[in-house]
């Protein structure tokens, strides 16, 4: 026999019988007008044939290079003969049958799909249409369908949903045809657009002929038809017109019997899908309603709670407790307005904004919740409004800046200089001649006493006391017994050790005995002004008689030098709360010692969430069962204390303190509502209050039922921090990490839009947590993250003020006084000249600055802690310490935000905005420590003393580790790219060196972590206003973990105190590392260090992932994502189930998952 020549031969054995065949095929094709009908059926029928019985002829065919498909297409496309084509449909179901999607792929990149569309359409006119054929064509459709991305779209325009229809409705007991025809209608139906059309031709009716209660007989048919009807639900006109037909009450009770009847689990999948069609019809208000009429919810729980032992049995359960959750009636937070207890009146109010909204608002608004769920059913589909879904949706990131003229630095001053030289007070050290000074190392020597030329009413307020002599100008020299021996004391070389903690001991009994007297509160007597001077002392350890105990103070002045009880005492009395607070919390005034424990990030139990859901769920089910009792209430303070020794008791009106209410919700469990930041009516996520009256071993549930943000760092290992007052009294006085079964989900507490920037139909999430006291009659504190009041800093600052010695220059000036009248202090921070000879003058004042700036964001009181750090270190007596005193000024606020630190605000100033949004054009009214700080930076620039670095510590909530954020035009542009040219711009590299260097030596530092993009939400940020307006290049935001380190040295555990101050040393150091490599005077000493800046040279090209702009979220889904994500209103959810292979709508069409396998698994 001739073998012809053909186009499928290249490279393929010619002695192939298919690709013989196929040659003949192709030439009948193109030779004739009128192809012989005869021979190219007896072709088609021989490739069928040895398809069919030679496994290998499937591989020639679809083999690389060969173009037998278009041949096989093209002679589909050319016959009319039946005969031919349902051979030809046999070639092509036996060929995509097996090799998963590739083999579709290629079907359906040579127009396939459009073929055989067309041929259904045809075969669709034929009265009545061939049965063979129609089977044969949905096969083929049902195997191609889920691979073709416009699979749906092509069948509409091409009228082919009607034919599928109409089959279908003159076929319902003929399982041969039925199967295929559901899984091609179930495919059409992922199409929304379809899904209505659908719907208006009767399929959701058609639905219910098919699906029913349990039996073993066509399960296959089933599972297709719930999917099918699944998909039809998601558009709301289908699932009202469903609903309206009673479709709810009887999907529950085919769910009730499938679960009664498949005992072995064998239709999983099957349950699945029902409770699937459940889970879409109730995205409407209409079928929640129907839902709970039906008394879904305790169907659907207990059916839950009898799957919950058999694991396999997950997927139900928590589809199950999606659909609950959903169908869970909102509640309103139980407050008479979301705005915050407490008020405060601002000098102006602002024009508009969230802040004039406030304001305007009339009083007896209900503003707790509003219509957000109400106009929801007026929405009706349309056919047309989804015909978008051609457009891909690109991951676009719209917030990075991509005006050039925007991200070139462009310094701007906006205040005249004449304004601006009165800032020259805050640079005494710059026109100071040190005349008559004595240098060196004379340990008589005193520095000149700080000059603060203050406005007269910004004196700080200092209460003078019996206790301590007055420190309003301290001569710290004097108080140091250190300093003496020439030596001062050196905390950090000591170890910390809990043993060095001396305390007076207390027997057992004698111990709780005082205690019940003496932890009842520690309050500031506001009495006891400056005349009688009895100072604040807990209640009754002074005044009351000699048999009452003295509240042992654990003596801590060794471990922590910076802390001393009474000097607490002392400054609290100048802090101004909005409230008035005359309390001391008592984590605060004995102070923290570092616990010198490993605290590991927490790993989560597997279904936690869905527990604490389940428990939530509950209060519906029985709601008998729920006390209800409100225990603590700032709105109304007349609440009665509760003595029943069964209800523990809240508190938290001291400094940082914001719980607003506690409600008793079961025996050991409490619903905890956090009050709002001042002047705003949201921004809950920063915690502190006090409990008391437990019961020890005990499980206590704690729920904070107002957060707001959508994820958290609790759901990733962190746990809340607890202060136990027993304790620190018996020797370690604490934060520690506690807390079990911590999760953060969405609730069933709806947001007013009013707090949620307008946004309707949101909820708040639930931060729960457990916890077992170990100590009766003990006092436990708990908190967000280690608090850092403000009176804390200011302690702080009078101790760092002891540690100076002749060669360190430290001067506190007052910048600024806050809205509610708290005193801003800044720090100048250096080495006293060598001399006043004038070359050591000179390099005095030549110095570079730095500008360091902290806890703008009260809430971030982590950047507080590493401030602390920073400030030791620069106070130390290090040489690297005095290194760095000679090369630098340092400029210090180390809180921009004192008001709203002292009253318990998470984000905001009093002002009710948030500060670090305020920098391009601060107001001197409303945002006096910004307008100030700036117009420092402002007279620095002015005056040609741009400083070198400026850094503002922050921390974050939702990430690991220590990282920066800077601001690069070429990093900034690489991430848009928008035009080529722009990258040829020219630009230093210095903003990578700090990180970089910080990534060598500080172990929590992250460079991974770093990112360098200047974003528009950015754009009034400290960090991009510094940079652009002020020209500072290395302009930095140092964001600290509240949660742990994922990398380095601290792999795997929580972050504490030491760690951030450690943080805050290291940068120091980092400080020094760059400053030689900075100095053209000392680079060629230093040659071996410029490795770090050649080495970012080299791989500045490389880094992607650094630079890459940072997500808002950078965690790993967690096993219970689908639980997590649940929202009411979202029309379409993201189906993050394992099975998600099974709905083809969601499928990869590139990918090559056995799809066709699907009914298998049933
Ligand atoms: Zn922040």
């Not at 008559?436 to 406005?455: I, L, M, S, W, Y």
């Not at 209410?661 to 409490?670: D, F, G």
Request: glycine share 6%; proline share 6%.
């Amino acid at each position: 026999m001739n073998k012809p020549k053909m186009a499928t031969e290249k490279g393929i054995p010619s002695s192939s019988r298919v690709l013989m065949l196929l040659g003949q095929l192709e030439r009948t094709n193109g030779e004739a007008l009128h192809p012989d009908t005869e021979v190219t059926r007896q072709l088609t029928g021989k490739i069928l044939h040895l398809i069919q019985t030679q496994e290998k002829t499937r591989k020639e065919i679809m083999g690389k290079g060969s173009s037998g498909m278009e041949v096989i297409l093209a002679s589909l496309e050319n016959t009319r003969d039946l005969q031919t084509i349902l051979n030809i449909l046999g070639i092509l179901n036996e060929l995509l049958s097996v090799g998963g999607g590739r083999r579709v792929g290629v079907f359906v990149s040579k127009g396939g799909t459009a073929i055989l569309l067309q041929l259904l359409l045809s075969a669709g006119k034929e009265s009545p249409p061939s049965e063979e054929l129609m089977l044969q064509i949905h096969c083929l459709l049902a195997k191609v369908g889920p691979k073709d991305r416009k699979f749906g779209i092509k069948a509409r325009l091409n009228g082919a949903l009607n034919v599928t229809v109409n089959l279908l409705k003159q076929n319902l007991q003929n399982h041969k045809l039925l199967l295929p025809c559901l899984q091609v209608l179930r495919v059409y139906a992922s199409n929304s657009v379809n899904a209505v059309s659908l719907g208006k031709s009767g399929v959701v009716d058609l639905m219910f002929k098919i699906i029913g209660p349990y039996s073993k007989k066509n399960t296959s048919v089933l599972k297709v038809g719930l999917d099918t009807l699944s998909a039809l639900l998601k558009s709301k006109m289908n699932a009202r017109r469903a609903v309206d037909r009673g479709c709810v009450p009887a999907l529950l009770a085919i769910y009730q019997d499938w679960h009664r009847n498949d005992t072995r689990h064998r239709h999983m999948l099957i349950r699945k899908s029902i409770l699937g069609c459940l889970k879409n019809v109730t995205n409407i208000k209409l079928g929640r309603k129907a839902l709970i009429d039906a008394d879904g919810m305790r169907i659907l729980y207990s059916t839950s709670t009898e799957c919950l032992p058999v694991r396999t049995l997950d997927p139900l359960v928590n589809t199950s407790s999606l659909i609950m959750r959903k169908c869970f009636p909102k509640n309103r937070l139980p407050l008479p307005t979301i705005k915050s207890v407490f008020h405060f009146q601002l000098p102006n109010i602002p024009a508009e904004g969230p802040v004039a909204q406030i304001y305007n608002q009339p009083p007896g608004v209900d503003d707790v919740v509003d219509e957000s769920d109400d106009n929801e059913d007026a929405e009706m589909d349309t056919e047309m409004d989804t015909e978008n879904e051609e457009e891909e949706k690109e991951a676009k990131n719209d917030d990075i800046e991509t005006d050039i003229r925007k991200l070139r630095p462009a310094k701007v001053l906006t205040r005249p200089f004449d304004e601006l030289r009165s800032y020259e007070r805050f640079f005494v050290e710059l026109s100071e001649d040190f005349q008559g000074f004595e240098f060196g190392n004379t340990k008589t020597a005193v520095p000149p006493a700080p000059r603060t030329p203050q406005p007269r009413h910004l004196q700080p307020i200092v209460v003078p006391t019996d206790r301590a002599p007055p420190l309003s100008c301290p001569d710290p020299l004097l108080k140091t017994p250190g300093m003496e021996k020439g030596e001062p004391p050196r905390y950090e070389d000591q170890p910390l050790s809990l043993e060095s903690i001396a305390l007076t001991k207390a027997t057992e009994q004698g111990l709780d005995r005082e205690l019940t007297h003496s932890l009842d509160k520690l309050t500031l007597d506001p009495s006891a002004g400056p005349e009688n001077g009895t100072g604040a002392v807990p209640d009754g350890t002074q005044e009351e008689n000699a048999e009452q105990a003295v509240l042992e103070v654990p003596d801590t002045a060794a471990l922590l030098p910076l802390h001393d009880p009474d000097l607490y005492l002392e400054m609290v009395k100048s802090t101004r709360s909005v409230p008035g607070y005359t309390e001391v919390a008592y984590p605060d005034y004995f102070g923290h010692v570092a616990p010198n424990v490993r605290e590991p990030i927490l790993e989560r139990v597997y279904g936690v969430q869905r527990t604490k859901i389940f428990q939530d769920i509950e209060r519906l089910i029985h709601p008998g069962d729920i006390l209800d009792k409100v225990v603590y209430d700032l709105d109304l303070q007349s609440v009665p204390v509760v003595t029943d020794g069964e209800t523990l008791k809240f508190n938290s009106q001291f400094e940082s303190g914001n719980l607003r209410k506690a409600i008793q919700v079961r025996k050991n469990e409490y619903d905890l509502i956090l009050n709002s930041d001042i002047n705003s009516n949201h921004y809950h996520q920063w915690f502190y209050f006090e409990v008391s009256n437990m019961s020890v071993g005990q499980p206590y549930r704690f729920n904070i039922i107002n957060c707001e943000k959508s994820n958290s760092q609790f759901n990733y290992g962190m746990q809340v921090l607890m202060y136990s007052v027993q304790e620190a009294i018996s020797g370690s006085p604490c934060w520690e990490r506690t807390g079990l079964d911590i999760c953060y989900y969405k609730n069933h507490f709806s947001r007013s839009s009013i707090a949620a920037g307008g946004q309707k139909g949101k909820s708040y999430y639930t931060m729960t947590f457990t916890v077992t006291f170990q100590h009766k009659d003990d006092v436990c504190y708990f908190a967000y993250h280690y608090p850092y009041t403000y009176s804390a800093l200011k302690m702080h600052l009078r101790k760092l003020a002891e540690m100076r010695t002749p060669q360190i220059y430290l001067r506190e000036d007052v910048l600024c006084e806050t809205l509610g009248g708290n005193l801003c202090p800044l720090l100048t921070i250096t080495a006293t000249p060598e001399s006043s000879h004038n070359d050591h003058l000179c390099q005095f004042r030549n110095r570079p600055v730095v500008f360091l700036t902290a806890r703008v964001h009260p809430g971030e009181t982590n950047a507080s802690w590493v401030m602390k750090g920073t400030l030791e270190f620069l106070m130390g007596p290090s040489t690297q310490a005095q290194c760095l005193r000679e090369a630098y000024i340092f400029k210090i606020v180390p809180m921009l935000n004192p008001d709203g630190v002292i009253n318990g605000n998470h984000r905001c100033s009093l002002s009710g905005e948030d500060l670090n949004r305020q920098w391009q054009n601060p107001s001197p009214e409303l945002h006096p420590t910004v307008y100030h700080t700036k117009g420092l930076l402002q007279y620095l620039a002015a005056t040609h003393r741009t400083p070198l670095v400026f850094c503002d510590y922050h921390g974050h909530s939702r990430k690991k580790n220590v990282f920066m954020y800077g601001c690069s035009v070429k990093e900034t542009v690489w991430q848009t790219n928008v035009n080529a040219t722009s990258c040829d711009l020219h630009e230093d590299l210095g903003y990578r060196t700090l990180p970089k260097i910080l990534s060598q030596m500080a172990p929590a530092f992250s460079l991974a972590s770093c990112s360098f993009v200047v974003e528009r939400s950015k754009e009034a940020t400290a960090r991009v206003v510094v940079w652009r307006e002020i020209g500072v290049q290395r302009s930095y935001t140092m964001e600290s973990t509240l949660c742990g380190c994922d990398q380095g040295k601290y792999k795997g555990l929580q972050i504490g105190t030491r760690e951030l101050e450690e943080m805050g040393a290291q940068f120091c150091i980092a400080l020094l590392r760059l400053k030689r490599l900075t100095s053209p005077l000392e680079l060629r000493n230093h040659a071996h260090l410029l490795d770090v800046e050649n080495d970012l040279i080299d791989t500045r090209c490389k880094i992607t992932s650094p630079t890459t702009y940072v997500m808002e979220e950078d965690e790993p889904a967690f096993l219970e994502e689908v639980d997590y994500s649940a929202e009411s209103n979202d029309e379409i959810e993201p189906d993050m189930d394992p099975e998600f292979h099974d709905n083809p709508a969601l499928t990869d069409p590139l990918s090559d998952s056995e799809i066709n396998n699907q009914d298998s698994l049933i």
